[in-house]
């Protein structure tokens, strides 16, 4: 149990088009998922919280009209990655939280999503 | 100073070696301790947490948190190929927003 599952893996595309990942629990409601980013030889960078039904909250830094994420329902959030350049291109990672409680605030990871922008 | 610090390595080990992995944090009102497992090109896998100061034993894994010296660790005993990854701790508070602080990650390699 407890898969999540990011789609697509990986993406190639042109400096200035838009890019839509992702993100679903497969198994179990998340009503909070997370978007990261992360770089070669780096740690993961969170950029946003998505909870289920509102806005998402972005962490410092991170510009919300070019990183747009929607939370439609408890399985899936989307991050979409609008005018592409070169210096976005990186290794995409969501993670989701169970609506169940947990005490450890457990998160599930996705596969990732391997973005290349020309 | 960065919120958690951990050496990025690489640690390269022969197999059958025990492999102690480190952080270092900052905040004190960090309560929860995790350990996560990360393969080339794939997302983080939970290996252990640990809430407060203590020990934790899963198989050939030990996870040790001390709060005193705001240092934590990860044991692997008897070390196997299968474990080269890079391990990433990550700490969070007592709140319930879920945000987790990850350590830069430490490349393991275990030669065979």
């Known amino acids: 149990g407890a898969v999540v599952s990011q789609h697509p893996s990986r993406v190639i595309c042109k400096s200035g088009t838009s890019v839509k990942i992702e993100c679903r629990s497969l198994d179990f409601q998340a009503t909070t998922m997370f978007w990261y980013r992360q770089f070669p030889k780096k740690s993961l960078m969170l950029m946003a919280t998505s909870n289920e039904g509102s806005k998402a909250t972005y962490e410092q830094g991170v510009e919300k009209d070019k990183f747009l994420i929607n939370h439609a329902s408890l399985t899936l959030s989307t991050l979409t990655v609008t005018s592409a350049h070169p210096e976005d291109s990186s290794f995409y990672i969501c993670s989701a939280k169970p609506a169940r409680t947990s005490e450890n605030n457990e998160q599930f990871f996705g596969p990732g999503t391997r973005l290349t922008v020309l | 100073q960065k919120e958690v610090e951990q050496d990025p390595g690489p640690l390269s080990v022969p197999e059958g070696a025990i492999v102690s992995l480190n952080c270092t944090y900052s905040n004190s009102a960090f309560q929860y301790f995790m350990w996560y497992r990360q393969y080339s090109r794939k997302g983080p896998e939970l290996l252990m947490y640990?809430?407060?100061?203590g020990n934790k034993e899963d198989g050939r894994f030990t996870a040790q948190v001390d709060k005193s010296s705001k240092y934590i660790s990860l044991f692997i005993r008897d070390s196997q190929p299968s474990d080269s990854a890079t391990y990433l701790c990550a700490l969070h508070g007592s709140s319930n927003t879920g945000k987790l602080i990850f350590g830069q990650g430490t490349t393991l390699q275990v030669k065979p």
């Open positions: 640990t809430y407060s100061s």
